[in-house]
């Protein structure tokens, strides 16, 4: 079966350091991945989805990125946080092996302070 | 940009009446519709899901309904239980060959079940 894990999961960073979130899939190949943020009581909004290795598409303009050095590994990075940037991050992953849903790890919260 | 509308925002409900959510979409070309449950401090849990060829679908107490010309689909929670609250959020998709799998989901919905 499959399996999604990111970490870190709790994370409290000053402003202006840099953010390092990982992603990685297990029991399958080829997923399409997902990074999405959860303000505090608020829906998802999708940042980065990705097709392929080294294939990123984003979505809203802002201060982070996202890389996919491996087929089943997802990292969103900033190099300078700012207090915006505090939420819930989530990744997921989905695609033709999935039954076409997305399934989502259990998230990392990040608080900039 | 595509763009899913949510309602209502919250939700309370004695135990054992219906939850109706509803959820508006302006792609007209998504024909994949996922519902998610979210338990505080958690990633949200795949609960139910229907495709654009159907218009509902069933499993056990969970039901959901599309609407295709008016662009709408809806939860439908019956005797409701306290462990039903929760956030929900619903979701449109374009899956192969129309789409990439890119999600947009609305923006939740906060249900409550009164013991």
């Known amino acids: 079966s499959q399996t999604i894990h990111q970490w870190p999961a709790t994370l409290v960073q000053p402003v202006g350091s840099p953010l390092s979130l990982e992603c990685t899939v297990e029991g399958t190949s080829n997923p399409n991945l997902y990074w999405y943020r959860q303000a505090a009581g608020r829906g998802l909004q999708l940042l980065f989805y990705s097709v392929g290795i080294g294939q990123i598409s984003s979505e809203v303009p802002q201060n982070l990125s996202a890389s996919r050095p491996q087929d089943r590994q997802f990292i969103l990075s900033s190099k300078k946080l700012l207090l915006s940037d505090s939420g819930f991050y989530l990744c997921?992953?989905?695609?033709?092996?999935?039954?076409?849903?997305?399934?989502f790890g259990e998230g990392s919260w990040l608080t900039v302070v | 940009g595509e763009n899913v509308e949510q309602h209502p925002s919250t939700l309370s409900v004695q135990e054992g009446d219906s939850a109706v959510i509803k959820c508006t979409y302006s792609?007209?070309?998504?024909?994949?519709f996922p519902w998610y449950k979210q338990e505080l401090g958690k990633g949200p849990q795949l609960i139910i899901d229907i495709r654009s060829n159907v218009g509902e679908k069933k499993d056990q107490r969970i039901a959901v309904t599309l609407n295709k010309t008016a662009k709408h689909f809806s939860l439908h929670i019956t005797e409701t239980q306290p462990e039903d609250s929760a956030v929900y959020f619903c979701a449109a998709s374009r899956i192969p060959p129309q789409g990439t799998y890119k999600y947009i989901f609305g923006t939740g919905t906060r249900l409550k079940v009164l013991a």
């Open positions: 792609d007209s070309a998504s024909n994949y």
């Open positions: 997921a992953w989905g695609g033709q092996y999935s039954g076409n849903t997305i399934y």
